[in-house]
């Protein structure tokens, strides 16, 4: 058991949190694994029935949670929660609650709407960590549950960042989702030059999508890989991650729009992480821009494993405790130097590097 003081107002101010959707099987992921062993119902307490639902949004400390409530409509029913004081979690984050969560409701009233509390939160089988720059560091899960990690830059205005894209790799690799980068704002950049700087990421596998809003490019790519997926657009400030995901969305942002304005009376609405259906059979999430993406929970140790590029060097250095920073006999840094490991690359090794000593 947690005691719960979470709310979940901790993304950067102009930011701020990103929440609201609905659906009732998050991922293939997700239904493969133990959610039958571990129906929310608490058999042993009262009668209080518990309802097994999904995190969709939060604001403050306002949760959205989809539930089926008649199992003969299956008729999804967004409940407004509170989290309740003492909350029984199968996960060990510092996070308890996030969006993508399946968690346990208790149901405050019959009347409709409902109101609920969230009682119970049930393991997460992937997540978005990153650390909240708070007076003490610690964990924020942005989304749990979700497939696929889309890496959201723009061509320009503000252009690329590939420090971030490094970090996000890393919170990929770490939360087990599957990254894939997409340059968007295409229209505002000549698409060899993009396709060149980012040749080191087409080099270590990782899908790129290259979008533009504006011109209608890319888009139906950008759909076909979220086909029967859940995924998060996760990215800067102003690089268009709304403007894409209203454009995927199509006709059903509308009243996906109306579900959130109606719950959160008073708040921006674009400023929240938000879950949408899309029509294709996939889940997208969007959410507020990060300023910064501090890693959640890594080590100086662990770092260099994150790059996979230096496993056909890493054991030829002289030291096995080789840094790859300034030690002689280094080979990663011979590598760095013949042209085998991408200078950026490197770079973003050192800054992480640096970033936690
Ligand atoms: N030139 C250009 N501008 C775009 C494109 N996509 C979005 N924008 C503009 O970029 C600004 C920020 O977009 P928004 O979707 O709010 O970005 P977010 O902060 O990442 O959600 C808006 O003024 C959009 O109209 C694009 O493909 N090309
Ligand atoms: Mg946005
Ligand atoms: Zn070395």
Redesign the pocket.
Known sequence: MKKSNHRNTDFDEE?SPLNDTSYMSLSNKTNKHSFRKTRLVDTKKSNTETHEGIVIAGVGALWLVNVVLNEHDADVTTIECKAAGIIVSEHQDASLIAVGDVVGIELQSNETPHSGTIVRVAQRHTRLSRVIAAKHKTEQVVVSNIDQLII?M????PFFNVRLIDRYLIAADKGDLEPIICI?????MPIEFIEDQLSVYQALGIPIVL?????NTGIANMYALLQGKSSV?S????????????ALLGENTQSTRTVSEASFKGTHT?SFVKMFALKNGGYLV?T??LREFAIWNLSIEELPFYFTEFENFRHKCKFNTCSHIHEPDCAVLEAVHEGLIHQERYQSYCNIRESLL
Do not use: R
Request: aromatic share 4%; no cysteine; proline share 6%.
């Open positions: 930011d959201v723009a061509a320009a205005e968007n704002k295409t229209d505002l979008t533009s809003v504006k011109k657009f990215g800067p400030s102003g690089v268009g991650k709304s403007s894409l995901t209203n674009t969007d507020p821009g």
